[in-house]
């Protein structure tokens, strides 16, 4: 059953090495196998973020216990917490655009379940392998500022409106550092595709030395930094949180939400900032791998099936890092204001990241 | 065209489910299209606008051109459309249906619209001829930038300066002081 499960992952083109078991199963199979796998790779994520931080890291920062009643340590809170919000009513205010703000939700977790197609879990545990990977999740990864834009404006609400304009302006500012802190790494694995980068990282060598292999937070240190910065503000966590600041603008462009659509907007907050986390974890940690040294694999060919197994809870770990540090960051800091948040992004981040990539290609050629 | 479809696909090098994924595509971009130009509302229009867009993008990668697809979307949903709609945010978005959004000279847009339809039918059918396509693996991008950043290179820099030079101009044109 597990080697069933594992084997959702796998690539339609049924190219197998010869020492894996066999995982043929039929096409349909697979289709629907994947799709349980995108759920879980998405909501399990968000879940267990929301709990495990939000529930919890929060409130022993601020010397309480958070929620108890609901199962043991308060662990039944989100079944409860989803429950209540299910039975509310769908509500839409008299003068809003309907189908447009029923809609807007939706954009913005299918831009989340989008981006998690690419992520790579396993060397064949992904669900495509597609060439230009990354280049493919920082543009579907911008369509949900599409999303956010037509719910503030539908809402027909002052607060609405302003928290969705901010928004809309903070996650432009802000995906320009994104895209141009991931051209370092790009520059260094001579790749777009996520397993290319990952397999780069856990066979590259630092001075002589493989037995950590080369993950990219190294030699790209500065390009990580403002990675992170941008995914936090693309999130809108705070301190990058003004479209949604609740002692300004209520609670921005999800004010007029309630039942399930606010749901959706939460669970697609958290759900990426764990699809971000998977993203930045490829990208600069080494991924699923462990060094290929260890073992004594030369490239991704040579990976032993079980890593299969093993690299979606590899990954699983490095995400819930990443995303411990994004809300100890969210819980940690005050909120910006609008300016700064816009001179941060321009005339801070995007220059240090222009320089950044002209940097590594510069050394890219000369090494 | 549904014939000439199903005579090929005995064919073994007709993907039939590529054609089939091509029509539905295309009838939901023309209406899209054409509800850009009806609609009464501009907010909704933009919107329209966006799904012809992504049906470009879906075209790309029905044409197994994956590098050009994903900039499709990155630049034209990711930045341009949110871009108009912010502007048109900013400016004037009303809620429910407006008059008078026709400029006077729509018809002229008809002939214009013909002509361009027809000049791209003209250079499609005259490159392709009755060639069939089969099915083919995205082209690796290093072939891409490889074309981009040696033969082409002076016409790829030429068009960067001209589009540094329109958001010089808009900025000009856009400041007071």
Redesign the interface.
């Known amino acids: 059953m597990l080697a069933q499960i594992s084997a959702a992952f796998l690539a339609v083109d049924g190219y197998f090495p010869d020492d894996w078991p066999d995982w043929s199963i039929p096409y349909w199979l697979m289709s629907i196998l994947r799709v349980v796998g995108g759920l879980v790779a998405v909501l399990l994520p968000a879940g267990g973020i929301v709990y495990l931080f939000l529930f919890k890291m929060m409130s022993f920062m601020q010397s309480r216990l958070g929620p108890m009643e609901a199962g043991p340590y308060g662990s039944m809170q989100l079944l409860a917490e989803v429950g209540k919000w299910m039975q509310k009513e769908d509500l839409a205010p008299d ?3 309907v189908r ?1 703000y029923r809609m807007a939700p939706l954009i913005v977790l299918v831009s989340t379940f989008l981006l998690i197609v690419v992520v790579p879990f396993g060397p064949r545990a992904f669900f495509t392998n ?3 990977g990354i ?2 999740a ?3 990864g ?2 949900s ?2 999303g956010i ?2 719910a ?3 809402s ?1 609400n002052k607060y609405s ?1 302003l928290g ?2 901010r928004a ?2 903070q ?2 500012a802000y ?1 320009l550092p994104m895209v141009l802190a991931t051209l370092g790494v790009v520059i260094q694995a001579e790749s ?1 595709n996520l397993n290319r980068i990952i397999e780069v990282q856990n066979t590259g060598e630092i001075f002589g030395i493989g037995w950590i292999g080369n993950p990219f937070i190294i030699t790209q240190f500065v390009g990580f930094l403002i990675f992170m910065i941008a995914v936090q503000a693309e999130l809108t966590q705070a301190p990058f949180d003004m479209p949604i600041a609740e002692s300004e603008l209520v609670s921005g462009y999800m004010t007029e939400y309630s039942g399930f659509r606010f749901l959706i907007f939460f669970i697609a907050e958290f759900a990426t900032a764990g699809v971000f986390s998977f993203i930045a974890a490829a990208l600069f940690l080494g991924g699923w791998g462990v060094p290929f040294e260890w073992f004594g694999w030369d490239n991704l060919g040579e990976v032993a099936w079980w890593m299969n197994l093993v690299g979606p809870v590899i990954m699983f770990t490095k995400m819930f890092a990443l995303v411990g540090v994004i809300m100890w960051v969210r819980f940690s800091y005050p909120r910006f204001r609008e300016d700064q948040l816009q001179t941060f992004a321009w005339k801070v981040l995007i220059p240090l990241a222009l320089a950044n990539t002209a940097v590594t290609a510069i050394l890219k050629v000369l090494l | 065209m549904i014939g000439t479809l199903l005579a090929q696909a005995g064919d073994a090098d007709v993907n039939v489910a590529m054609n089939v994924g091509f029509g539905i595509i295309a009838t939901v971009m023309i209406f899209a299209a054409f509800s850009v130009v009806t609609t009464k509302n501009v907010v909704h229009a933009a919107l329209y606008l966006v799904l012809v867009l992504a049906g470009v993008a879906a075209q790309y990668i029905l044409a197994a051109a994956e590098f050009v697809a994903v900039s499709q979307v990155m630049v034209y949903i990711g930045a341009v459309m949110v871009l108009f709609l912010f502007g048109i945010m900013l400016t004037r978005a009303q809620i429910g249906t407006e008059d008078g959004l026709n400029n006077n000279g729509w018809q002229l847009g008809i002939p214009v619209g013909l002509v361009l339809c027809g000049l791209l039918a003209y250079v499609i059918v005259d490159t392709f001829e009755d060639d069939v396509i089969g099915e083919r693996s995205p082209a690796p991008t290093e072939l891409l930038s490889d074309r981009i950043l040696s033969p082409f290179l002076v016409p790829f820099i030429a068009v960067s300066f001209v589009l540094l030079a329109a958001a010089i101009g808009a900025i000009v044109l856009a400041r007071k002081d």
């Open positions: 003068n809003a655009d447009i597609f060439e230009t280049f493919y920082l543009a579907v911008s369509v500022v599409l834009l037509i503030g404006w539908s027909a409106l969705g304009l809309g302006g996650l432009i995906e777009m």
